[in-house]
Structure formats: C-alpha cells, structure tokens
C-alpha cells in the first residue's frame, strides 16, 4: 500500500545515545561525543536515508554539582549547539538543521540574528526549537537563584517569539539589492524596524541581516504541559513530545490541532513527532540482547536520582519495592513529571519498576524488535493520527542511527511510507511547511 | 637579513571590504557578503597565506534606521560571527579564528560556552575580540534607550572577562577521563563550580565542557581609550588597534607593555597588531588607482555621516571646507574620536579633507605602493617596535586579500619576517602564547 501522507523523521542527537547508560557500553567510544567528526558523521547518516532534519537538545549547566554519581552520566550537552550546527552545515547538503535554545537566558535579538545566520549560512535548513529553562542549576549560571515560575517563564516565551519573528520579518523579500548602479544596499522602504515595546521586551530592530532562505527558520517546540501546548498551538510548526501509549499520543495530537485551528492556524501546518527510541536489530532476540546489555549497566543510584528531579522529591528515603509518593508541585519539566506519576499509577509500578522503564529513554517510547516490528508501530501510530511521523532516539551512537538507517527506513520505503530521495532543498520543502507570508502591506501601511 | 622575532599577521576580514565604498567597485560581487562560500575562500586564502588568524569584527545592529544614506553602506556585520567562524573551522585547518562578541549584551556563561565550544570544533584555534558596545543603536535592540556610559561599561567588561576565564579554567587538564571500567565520565575532584559573586554577575559554573585544547581561547582586545588600555594590559593576549603613525604607534604599543610589566605580566606576552589598509599593485600607479577608483566612488553625505557619528556633532551643519568644530564629549567610541581630532588638528585639515583621509580606512593607517613599499614600511614599524604584526584590511574582497597574498607576503619572506610554514597547530603556537596555566592548586586548596 502506497500512503500519500509521508511520515517525518528526525534524528535526535545525543551525545553518545540517549540511553542513561549509553556510553558505558563496550561497543561505544565514550570520548567521541567530544568530537566534531562524531556528529558529523551521525549528520551524513542521517542525510544518507533522506531523514527531514538532525535534531540537538540542550540545556545550560552541568547536569548537577561536580560529584562521583554525576560522573556515572556522560555530558548530554557539551558543544553549543548553535556551533554545532554551523560546523555541519557545509559538510551535509539537504539535512534539516534542528537546534534547541532557550529562550530564558538569551536576548531575543541575539536569538533571531544567529537562527538567521545559520538559515542563511545552510541555504534554508535551520530550525529553532524554542524551550524555556526549567532547572535552577541553569539558573545559577545566569544570576538568578531559582528558575523563573513556570507560568511567568511561558508568558515571557510567547512575547519572546513574537519579538524573534518580527526581526525575522524586518526584511520583505528582496529587499537586499546589491545595486551598485543604484548605489543602493538594500531598498529602503522594504526594511522595516520592529520598535516593539512589550511587557518583557523593548527591541528596535530591523535585524542586520536579510530576510532568510526558508522566510523564516522552522518554528519547532517541545514543551507538553497546558502552557507548553497553548504557545505549541500559537506559534509552532513542529512539536516534539514524549508519549507512552498510541491513545495519549493521539489525545495529545488531537488537542494540539484543535488548539491551532482555534487560533485560526491550519492544524496540517502543525507537524507532530513523538520521540521513539527504537532497538532494532535483524532478530528480535539480538534487539532485546542490547536492551538488555543497557539496562544492566544503569547504576540504581543514578535512575533515583533522576527521578527525584523530576518529581521534586528525594526517593532515596523510600523503599525501592514500594509506590511512588506524592510529587511536590514544579516550577521545572510539568509534563514530564505527569507522564512519570500518570504511568507509575496506571501500571502500579515500584520505584524500581518506573526508574527501570524511564532510565532508558527518558520517558520517551522504548520499542524493542526486528525491522518489521518496528515499522508495524511506526506506521500503526502515523495511520490512526497519533503522529505525523518520529522523532528518532538511538539508544547508542553511531550504531543505534546506523541500524535504524540501515534496517528500518528500507521497511518504511517498502510500505509506501517514506521518501527515497529529498524533493527539495530547504528544511521547510521536506517538511511539506510553506513559506511564512512576509507582512509587507501591513509593516509598509504603518 | 634574517631576524628571529616574526611577524603576526591577522586578516581582517569585512564583507566585500574595509573601504566605504568598497561593495560598489565594479570589479566587486557585493552580494558575495552575504555568501558562506565567499568567507571560506578568504581564509583559504589567507591559510595558505600562513596568516595567524582571520578576524571578524561586530556590531549587533544595522548602521543607522533604514534609509537612502544607510543603503549606501554595504552591511559590514551581516552574519553573526561565531557561527560564521564554526562553519569556517570544518573547512580549513590550521589558521586562527578570532571573532568579536561584545561583552555588553550576552550572559558570560554563554560567551564562555560558545568559545569554549569553537576552540574545540576547530582544534584550539578560537580566540575572542572582547568589546563593549558602544552605540545608542546596539542598545535600542537590547532594552536600553541608551548605550551604557563608558567607565561603567569598562568596569563591568573586567569583572565578565574574570567570570570567563574562570568557567574555562574550571575542568583541570585531563579531568575529563570517558572511562568505561572506572564508570566515570569526568573526575569530580578536578571540575570546579566558580560560584562567582560580584558586582555585575553570579555565576556558578562549572562549564558544561571541559578545558579546551588551548586552554582557553586566546584574549584579545581592540579598545584604546584609557579605560580600553588598562583593561587590555590586565587580561589581553593580543591588541588590535588603529595608528596614523610610526610614533604614535610606538608609544601606544610602548604604554600597553609598561601598564601590564606593571601588572606583573611578561610583556611579550602581550602583542600589539595596528590596523593597515594596504593598497598594493605591481607598479605604484596601479595601486593608486585603485585607492583613487575607491576614493571617487564614496559618496560625500556617507563620509560626513561616519564622521558626525564619531564626533558627536552634525557636521552637516558646518562648512565642507572649514576647520572641524570642537566635538561633543561621548560614551561611545572614545580613541576614536581622539585620533580624529588629533588628526585633524595636526595637520590643519578641513572637513572635507578629514573626510577623505578618514573614510577610506575608517581611522587605520592606509599604504599605496609597491610589494617592496608596502614591505618597507611593515618592516620598519615592526623592527622600530611600532608592532609586533599587523592587522591587514583588505580595501577589497578578495582581491586585496590575494593580492596581498600573493605580492606582499614573499616579500616579508625574503627578508625573513614571515614564516614560511606554520610550526604549530593552535593560534597560540602561531602567536607563540603560552598555555595559560590551570590553576589547580588555587582551586584544590579552596
């Protein structure tokens, strides 16, 4: 069967893998996450089997104080990841360029000028994953002694994207001219300044530089909680989840369209891709083998730990075998800390038992078998509405992406489900996105 | 002649050019500013120069609202530079890559970050061009109505270089270990939080990455105002600057290397690159014609606007061929504006002859000569102790560039002031910096 819906796929990036204890795994070189050449090979893969985008997260601090048990986690962050992908880009020619920046610490302005700068710089392939910052060891590295309160923080992101779209929109579309004839740079009446005076924000604009190959840079978010899902539905282009069961994951899309068309947005410009981490291998048995191999090298203390920060609540003074207490409420990860409580009651888990089945992936849907297998899941979750395609999560890197590469894109072609080669150049082309309509009549009416 | 002392030279590299009217030169393409492929040449071409580093300046705003008198200036700071210098780094392999980020508007967490991460992704080649912001129009895209005053701006630009070099002090050599068996990805006792507390920032650090293979990226500084000086002879490594003169030059660099034997710095370790537009051409006619072809291309209304800006006073009001008023007192560009009236003083010019004197080059020393010219006067300002290199501004792009490349760099070869291959792989080696130390003890014995 041939679809005419085309599942997106993104490669998340992690370091060496996105399992907890990743590079602990013979058959892993730990140091290459320190490596340019590393991710740029992950990057040629990636853009080998026609993935829509590379994707990195990121977070402004160390994960906690320098201490033994936080030397048990390798860094998840440790390149800029701006940097990063300034570094690929003109080593890969088509490949979605995804980077997260939080727009808590960062002065719009400064913002809008380097996603344009790599859209420019990539001929069309950047995206800005919008988050906020939600830990107070983040915090601390910025002056503040606590997060800002969750509320607070998404009012200020969604005045923040206003502000990063209107410098994004100063520039109509050829207004640089580069007349030497004329004597002229860049037509002046087509270059506008924001003067936007807000509740958070006071920038003059216009940016310095001209408007970008996509218009501009995909507008991409992951944040899941009510005040993740209302800027999701009024600002995004593609939404990043994590989701445990086909049905969450078809309420969670289902909620986010109906948000978008409220707002009068267009729900199919609105693309949805829950994070899978998949462990393929040609046999079921070989695939459960490195499941397996993983979770037996997560130190117990490490997954306590990572749970008691999520819930805000030190687990190491209750019993392993027993439930999980009550969380404390959060200014930090609120969705995440519901899908944790959510699944530990419905499935009357042990703290054992949920640190087991998160320490993995984080959260993020685990899927354990051979080739088919994971098709079957891929394309069960696409065809009855709970995605509108994945957001890849090798537990280990290179290997996990090359496997999922190498054994499953190929089973996804076979059914019809995605593309063999790219149709266009810029991430908003693969995408299927179109062009954000440049505001000319309104900014020159003004 | 041999000497043992070699020459530094940097490439300073602006769009299609230093010269005002550069981009309209017929034999520019003036939209190759806004192309990657363009800066890659010229570091390309300046590697295989064996030029110590490429530098960009910045400026965190467009040159004035838009307007008919602004789209006569090609945009000088298009892209934002450290992300222009990451996609440089994958596509060249020895040359520095210095970059401008003002300290005036990014949290020195993220400035350490970012070039801790280039001096990574490139192999410690990064070095930052510390600067403050010294512009109403920077301000007005950072919430400010004004620019901060210049004394304020100096102080606090000394404690944030203070918080940057400790978050890249703050992994020991070797800390991070990627050892498997041991299961320790760093060693917590050799990562250090700076937990800084002072005036203007708190920060607690440690970085998210560790010590970089230059330890930390090379320091450099182009203020010259008093406050601009005592902060280099503090903490610079290498100083750009502008100088009309051998002899102003000599006292400058002779200043810069009292005040930080003062501060118990080993002078040599602090090395002083004037500016120089060189216009270069087989035959002196052929050079000045194209310093004249330029000269007649720049547009007087660009000229008197540069330098009213830098002068604090409309001159646009005063006669063209009358003597320069008295400036207003400024927060902004102050050595500057000294060198302008200085100039203009000295030398009894009117405004207009200011204007031709100063627009070409924008307050740097300019040449018009002969390879041998051109050498002659690099020599006898380096082996006066006017310098120890310079920072070449190319009129054009790229043919100022290659030509100097290709007609002034053999010369300085043949009498034995430049290298003929580098000797290192860091920028330090190429400048011959120490690795700063790591201060392991001080932090241990906290």
Redesign the interface.
């Known amino acids: 069967m041939v679809h005419n819906r085309q599942m997106r796929l993104g490669a998340f990036l992690m370091g060496v893998g996105h399992h907890a204890a990743g ?2 795994h ?1 058959s892993v070189d ?2 290459a996450l ?1 490596e ?1 050449r590393h991710y ?1 090979h992950l990057a040629q893969v990636a853009e080998a089997a026609k993935f829509d985008a590379i994707f990195f997260a990121d ?4 994960f906690g ?4 048990l ?6 998840l ?4 990841p ?3 992908l ?2 690929i ?3 890969t020619e088509r490949i979605g360029l995804i980077a997260t920046v939080s727009a808590t ?3 719009p ?2 913002l809008a ?2 996603f344009a ?2 859209d ?2 990539s001929g069309g392939r950047a995206g800005w994953n919008c988050v906020t910052s939600g830990s107070d ?1 983040e915090a ?5 002694d606590h997060q800002l309160e969750h509320a607070h923080r998404y009012a200020r992101a969604g005045e923040y994207v206003e502000v990063v779209k209107a410098l994004w929109n100063s520039w109509e579309e050829g207004a ?3 007349d ?1 004839a004329a ?6 009446a087509r ?3 924001i003067d936007h005076d807000g509740q958070f ?10 408007r970008t190959p996509q218009g501009h840079p995909v507008l991409v978010q992951a944040g899941s909680s009510d005040d993740g899902i209302a800027l999701a539905a009024a600002t995004a282009e593609l939404v990043f989840t994590a989701q445990q069961s086909r049905e969450d994951a078809i309420a969670f899309r289902s909620r986010l369209r109906a948000t978008a068309t409220a707002n009068g947005r267009d729900p199919d410009e609105l693309l949805v891709l829950p994070g899978i981490m998949p462990f393929v291998a040609e046999t079921r048995e070989e695939a459960q083998r490195l499941h397996d191999e993983l979770l037996a090298l997560v ?1 117990p203390r490490l997954g306590i730990g990572f749970v008691s920060g999520l819930m805000g609540v030190d687990l190491s003074q209750y019993p392993l075998d027993g439930p999980l207490p009550e969380p404390a409420s959060t200014e930090g990860w609120q969705s995440r800390q519901k899908l944790l409580v959510d699944t530990a009651r419905a499935e009357g888990l042990s703290i054992r038992q949920l640190i087991a089945r998160i320490i993995t992936a984080r959260g993020h849907k685990t899927i354990v078998g051979t080739p088919g297998e994971i098709a079957d899941l891929l394309e069960d979750w696409f065809v009855s509405g709970a995605a509108d395609g994945f957001n890849i999560m090798p537990p280990i890197l290179p290997q996990g992406l090359e496997a999922f590469a190498d054994l499953v894109v190929p089973e996804l072609r076979r059914r019809g489900l995605f593309r063999t080669e790219y149709a266009g150049r810029t991430l908003r082309d693969h995408l299927g996105l179109p062009l954000p309509h440049a505001p000319a009549l309104a900014a020159a009416a003004e």
Do not use: C
């Open positions: 590079w602990l013979p730990p140091r320190t340019l740029v977070n402004v601090a160390m104080r320098p201490s033994e936080g030397a048990l986690a390798a860094p962050y440790y390149y800029e701006l940097s990063l300034a570094a880009a003109p080593q610490y960062l002065p302005y400064h000028r380097k700068s790599l420019h710089l060891l601390h590295n910025f002056g503040l640089l001219l580069a030497q004597r002229r740079f860049y037509d002046p270059v506008h300044p924000f006071k920038v003059a604009g216009p940016l310095q530089l001209d130190d």
